[in-house]
């Protein structure tokens, strides 16, 4: 098992940045990929980023046009999402997810075993 927890999201005016952290536990963290997805009401999870065992492979979907950036700090068990330049269609619910299967991460949201609560993010323009 994989315990994931959330945190970062928030409110912020349209051109702003947050960064999300998200922090796991229960098994080792140098063995999973990871994965950052968002979802709004009524509507299917959205890729946004993914990263592999080593973070030396990463994943971006079509929302991150080039704003988003993933990390992660495997001495932490903690990964990252860097959010900048928000604009209003970026508020969401965002979800941090957990892959021992596809240690290189992967932008299929059913590949993932784990996912945290979810952090949400509001922009107001």
């Known amino acids: 098992q994989v315990q994931l927890v959330e945190s970062g999201g928030g409110w912020v005016q349209a051109g702003g940045s947050l960064r999300l952290s998200c922090a796991a536990s229960?098994?080792?963290?140098?063995?999973?990929?990871m994965g950052w997805f968002r979802q709004t009401p009524g509507n299917e999870r959205e890729f946004a980023a993914a990263i592999g065992w080593s973070g030396g492979t990463t994943y971006y979907g079509d929302i991150a046009q080039g704003r988003f950036t993933i990390s992660r700090d495997n001495a932490k068990n903690t990964v990252y999402l860097q959010l900048n330049s928000l604009q209003p269609e970026d508020t969401a619910v965002y979800y941090c997810a957990a892959t021992p299967g596809h240690r290189s991460g992967s932008s299929y949201h059913g590949d993932y075993d784990f996912w945290g609560q979810g952090t949400q993010v509001t922009v107001s323009s």
């Open positions: 229960g098994r080792s963290f140098s063995g999973l990929g």
